[in-house]
């Protein structure tokens, strides 16, 4: 099992340009989950799927922030336009169904805006 | 709503000493419970859990006890290493519709040599 994997592992973009992180998920979770971390805010829900369908986006800024999950083993999170207050690690993360399910966390994208 | 409560840090301490990172809890329901560790660089990785009132997760050396009285999932480990330097967060995940997991702000520990 190689994990949930992320990429890409750093990104350093400009402000204003589109950013496109993407996620694939362990091979049978059916949930996905979108976090950002940061030193002020820490650890915060942006999005989460079960079953490829959207079940909590209320921790995203609509305004810029749009994640898909076109299929059980991708997804994305873009950021148009970027800005400077988006820099953070973003992580995702799958599990099983719910309860006592654990959640599998990949190892991150750091994006930087300038 | 569903929340987690956990120790500010940094928490600095010398090799082989005792360790507690107290953590407690609000739920609607029956909460499960977790423990995960980040090490510099990486995801979150789980360190332990428990599903019900006076479990006790284990794993690594590190010890916690699902306590419903108190609502709280104290982390404690005998004797600490310098390997064990790492943010540690406390979460919970209460199922039903609302299946998200909650995490604490994480507590930032420092093993001195």
């Known amino acids: 099992d190689a994990g949930v994997i992320q990429s890409p592992r750093h990104e350093v973009t400009e402000m204003g340009q589109e950013v496109t992180l993407r996620c694939k998920p362990i091979s049978g979770h059916d949930y996905l989950f979108w976090y950002r971390q940061t030193m002020m805010q820490g650890l915060e829900l942006l999005v989460y799927?079960?079953?490829?369908?959207?079940?909590?986006d209320s921790g995203m800024p609509k305004d810029r922030f749009s994640a898909k999950m076109p299929n059980a083993s991708f997804s994305t999170l873009k950021i148009q336009p970027s800005e400077p207050r988006d820099s953070a690690v973003y992580f995702c993360?799958?599990?099983?169904?719910?309860?006592?399910?654990?959640?599998?966390f990949g190892n991150g994208t750091r994006l930087t805006v300038t | 709503g569903n929340s987690v409560t956990q120790m500010e840090g940094p928490v600095t301490l010398s090799e082989e000493a005792f360790l507690t990172i107290n953590c407690t809890y609000t739920?609607?329901?029956?909460?499960?419970l977790f423990w995960y560790v980040q090490y510099p660089g990486e995801g979150l990785q789980l360190l332990l859990k428990?599903?019900?009132?006076?479990d006790k997760g284990s794993n690594k050396g590190f010890e916690a006890t699902y306590r419903k009285e108190t609502t709280s999932f104290h982390l404690e480990k005998g004797s600490v290493q310098v390997s064990d330097s790492a943010v540690y967060f406390c979460a919970l995940r209460v199922g039903n519709r609302d299946d998200k997991i909650i995490f604490g702000k994480g507590t930032r520990l420092h093993i001195l040599p």
């Open positions: 799927f079960n079953n490829k369908a959207v079940m909590d």
């Open positions: 428990a599903t019900k009132a006076d």
């Open positions: 993360a799958s599990s099983y169904s719910i309860d006592n399910s654990p959640l599998h």
């Open positions: 739920a609607t329901g029956y909460p499960s």
